[in-house]
């Protein structure tokens, strides 16, 4: 029995994908308002002077002039204030090109505290901010306060720093993005300042235009305690309650944090639960394998990720991250020797031939490993309609590790259509331009046959394959997720091999 799951990293917006949620019809319909009043805003398309008041930049002004900071009355004077909350900035691509709201956006979204397990979040709605925004009044005290009088104490590679917030914002640079003016360049930080705090105000003034507080900011907790809060736990109650029967189980995209818990909790007492050497906290999106203790008592004899990496062709740049791989060997109560391996593939899947090349070349050029069966679980991120040279063609992906006398719990030839993914954005996030209407979820969001596990063609035969995004050993076809229920964008992927 082994199955393969791509558990996502947490997402700090709970807004950022659409969500099926059958028992809350106030969730879509919130969410297509949202998108038509970006999409079609008429009158509600106002000057930002109507949402981020001149009293709020006066006081802004006042809070970045004492920190030491270049006025940046001119640019909210002679254009900011008077330009369209939507036409105007939202939409704005340049703005986008620009990095100034996104940047800004990134770097204080959500700040992960020492000594705090629950993260610090920047007083706005696309993230787990619990504080009320019921009015632009009381959302701007609170968000002058977070980036100005709240010093906070991170972990950085250098060690511990305490600081305020603003102080971590980053230098918008031209050599890294082009659009910015020399001029913008002088004043980036002052200037993403200011816009930052204009797009959280358009935000908060989107949601209570088009919905009410008490119906908005409740639906929110609803989704930070499902999607966000609860997504760890979530993940480790299917992999126990639904998944313990396997004997083998790879995951990708797994935090430090879920690597513990999973160790320390029930599923420790059935599996040997193995981490990459180079594992990355940081990134915190690493390839873990959880091995029956039943079915393979002695755990991992040995990692051999290193060994696949030292594979790659020289010459060529595969985009592998820290902790994408994680390959080790073990041999299951019968003798039998195994290696098992799991990987995380680049957005691209351009990464997925070269990493699948250099294990089969690790196994058959040691002659240790010769004898050893494979059992490789990964999240290829291949693509039903791909582009050439930019994504990775799934039946191309196919005829790849046929060439290796190797099959897939899909068979030699992977039907394309044959989805584990199914996920869109919605329009309550950064990027704009990325964003699918209700009416477009299919056709514009990424669903696609991603999710694959792969052995050898002489050792086994499928008994039967199935996937799962409820959490019930169901898969629902044409349904977004995750959900308030499925925590991870990635469907669970199992399969029963019989040896030959």
Known sequence: HVATWN??????????????????????????????????????????????????????????????????????????????????????????????????????????????????????????????????????????AFMFDTPLTINTKEGEKTSPVYDMLLP??????????????????????????????????????VSEPDVWQPLKRTMVENLNKKKVPHTLDILSNVYSSSDIITLQEVSLSFINQAASGPLGQTYHVIAPGDLDAVRDQNSVIFLNKKTFPGGAANEISALVSASFPKDVDVPVAKGDILAVTTTDKDGTPYVVASFHGDTNGLATKPVLDALVKAMSSDPQLVSHKLIFGLDANTYEHATPGKTQDVMDFGKRYVSHQLTSCWGDVPKASNYTTFNARTY???????????????????????DFILFQKNAFVVERTWKDNTGKKKYTEDMAFPTLEFPSDHGILATVLAPK
């Open 428 to 450: 309550l996030q950064p990027q704009l331009n990325k964003a699918c209407k209700s009416s477009e979820k299919r056709s514009k969001g990424d669903v696609n046959p991603k």
């Open 7 to 144: 558990i996502a990293a947490i997402n700090n917006n709970p807004f950022e994908y659409w969500i099926t949620t059958k028992e809350n019809p106030d969730y879509e319909k919130l969410m297509i308002n949202i998108e038509n009043f970006l999409e079609k805003p008429g009158d509600k398309d106002v000057p930002v002077s109507k949402v981020f008041t001149e009293e709020m930049f006066t006081s802004l002004e006042g809070k970045m002039d004492k920190v030491g900071w270049d006025s940046v009355r001119s640019y909210w004077d002679g254009d900011f204030k008077k330009r369209k909350i939507v036409s105007g900035f939202m939409k704005d691509g340049l703005l986008g090109s620009k990095r100034l709201a996104s940047m800004p956006d990134r770097v204080t979204n959500t700040i992960n505290v020492k000594g705090s397990e629950e993260p610090v979040c920047r007083p706005t709605v696309i993230n787990m901010y619990g504080g009320d925004l019921s009015t632009l009044d009381m959302w701007y005290q609170q968000w002058e």
């Open 172 to 209: 918008i640079k031209k050599s890294k993005y082009p659009a910015i003016t020399e001029e913008e360049e002088k004043v980036s930080l002052p200037l993403q300042t200011m816009c930052g705090a204009i797009f959280d105000a358009i935000l908060v003034h989107m949601m209570n235009t």
